[in-house]
């Protein structure tokens, strides 16, 4: 019923930022929680980033903290993964995905609470 599509995606050069956008449409909530995965060819899909819809809080895997930015737009009903610094290892096909419940912190690393997904964006970072 919710859709999630996604832009933004595309080829950078080796620390240089890209922003990532995914569009909520649909049936909609205030309580969803939304994440940002990632998937490389022959990988498993890692979590990136997630954020909690109604109260904004944010929360990073190691391996972006620091780099990485996810906000919302609640006019827009919008989620954004904003990448600096990027480095050839973040080369991958990422996906936004949602749910429409606050998921507990344990949880959002992984892919089977979400219910729904995007189509996914390439990133490709140039070395």
């Known amino acids: 019923q919710v859709q999630l599509v996604e832009s933004g995606g595309g080829l950078v050069q080796a620390g240089g930022s890209l922003r990532l956008s995914c569009a909520v449409s649909g049936r909609t909530f205030s309580s969803y929680t939304m994440a940002w995965f990632r998937q490389a060819p022959g990988k498993e899909r890692e979590f990136v980033a997630a954020?909690?819809?109604?109260?904004?809080?944010?929360y990073y895997a190691d391996s972006v903290k620091g780099r990485s930015t996810i906000s919302r737009d609640n006019a827009k009903n919008t989620v954004y993964l904003q990448m600096n610094s990027l480095e050839p290892e973040d080369t991958a096909v990422y996906y936004c995905?949602?749910?429409?419940?606050?998921?507990?912190?344990?949880?959002?690393?992984?892919?089977?609470?979400?219910?729904?997904w995007g189509q996914g964006t390439q990133v490709t970072v140039s070395s």
């Open positions: 995905a949602a749910t429409n419940r606050p998921l507990p912190l344990r949880v959002v690393l992984t892919t089977t609470p979400f219910d729904y």
């Open positions: 954020i909690w819809w109604s109260s904004g809080r944010t």
